[in-house]
T-cell receptor, first 113, second 115 residues
Framework: DAGITQSPRHKVTETGTPVTLRCHQT?????MYWYRQDPGHGLRLIHY???????DKGEVSDGYSVSRSKTEDFLLTLESATSSQTSVYFC????????????FGPGTRLTVT | AQTVTQSQPEMSVQEAETVTLSCTYD???????LFWYKQPPSRQMILVIR??????QNATENRFSVNFQKAAKSFSLKISDSQLGDTAMYFC????????????FGQGTRLTINP
């Protein structure tokens, strides 16, 4: 299994509070991604990173920001959480080479009340 | 923008039967990659099989095989001799050939294998 961890694994927070989710990898992979999973939508890309301090928006980036100051860590921040951001969040990594395979973390279940 | 559609929200079959999950996609690209991911109740995303669009031969992995129809933009997954451990959500996903290798997922199909 690829070395990807996410923290926290579960979190309940109140509307309007800031929340930061962490993704940590031990594989030294170049690409890192944040997805959210909601019923009826599959997984949708929030933000991704193609190197340290290099990030870009995905399909559903509104209300989220990211940072990557080290190769191994990719942070997802909800500046002011809303109930619509209740979801399961997955981090993924990829070497960026010919296999084109993404390896997923275990997910974080976030509930915004 | 690419889209991926899985038209079967739920399917249920008996153990040892063969089941086919459907997936269609829309893209203007000629080179790309298609994937099937499995998500068991543990929530872990597991890659089942991968297909490169430039390869005419359908990919196979043990009991799992695909029927890739490029002109029809169809990418179905066949599971032979289904097992109880195949019970899971299955997601079809598309990745363009260039850029940051972003995945676009379908809505998923919930597959239940009954004993």
């Amino acid at each position: 299994d690829a070395g990807i961890t996410q923290s926290p694994r579960h979190k309940v927070t109140e509307t309007g509070t800031p929340v930061t989710l962490r993704c940590h990898q031990t594989e030294n992979h170049r690409y890192m991604y944040w997805y959210r999973q909601d019923p009826g939508h599959g997984l949708r890309l929030i933000h991704y990173s193609y190197g340290v301090k290099d990030t870009d928006k995905g399909e559903v980036s509104d209300g989220y920001s990211v940072s990557r100051s080290k190769t191994e860590d990719f942070l997802l921040t909800l500046e002011s959480a809303t109930s619509s951001q209740t979801s399961v969040y997955f981090c993924a990594i990829s070497e960026g080479l010919a296999t084109y395979e993404q390896y997923f973390g275990p997910g974080t279940r976030l509930t915004v009340t | 923008a690419q889209t991926v559609t899985q038209s079967q929200p739920e399917m249920s079959v008996q153990e040892a039967e063969t089941v086919t999950l459907s997936c269609t996609y829309d893209t203007s690209e000629n080179n790309y990659y298609l994937f099937w991911y499995k998500q068991p109740p543990s929530r872990q995303m597991i890659l089942v099989i991968r297909q490169e669009a430039y390869k005419q031969q359908n990919a196979t992995e043990n009991r799992f095989s695909v029927n890739f129809q490029k002109a029809a933009k169809s990418f179905s997954l066949k599971i032979s001799d289904s097992q109880l451990g195949d019970t899971a959500m299955y997601f079809c996903a598309f990745m363009g050939h260039q850029g940051a290798q972003k995945l676009v997922f379908g809505q998923g199909t919930r597959l239940t294998i009954n004993p």
